[in-house]
């Protein structure tokens, strides 16, 4: 009897009361078409998010570039600074 009660729908009653006539009754589940229209949807929120993945991998490596360039340009900033100072030391002397 607890099985069969458990795997029941009741209404989310207890066991324990008196007058369960009026809770017992059929679960409704969600239609066919809802189901289907559900399932399209979660697909194309699943491509969205695969696209979302790849255009932030794409910005990612854009960056790791541009930051590439930046240090090598830093770098080329400083040797002409430091060519600079050579040069301006020569004419003072």
Do not use: C
């Amino acid at each position: 009897m607890k099985l069969l009660h458990r795997l029941s729908y009741n209404g989310g009653r207890t066991i324990e009361e008196k007058d369960q006539r009026s809770f017992w009754g059929m679960n409704v589940l969600p239609s066919y078409l809802e189901m289907e229209g559900l399932i399209t949807e979660n697909k194309t929120l699943k491509n969205s998010y695969k696209n979302l993945k790849k255009e932030k991998n794409k910005v990612l490596q854009k960056n790791e570039k541009l930051e590439e360039k930046i240090k090598t340009l830093e770098q080329e900033i400083a040797g002409y600074k430091a060519r600079i100072q050579e040069l301006s030391g020569q004419e003072n002397k």
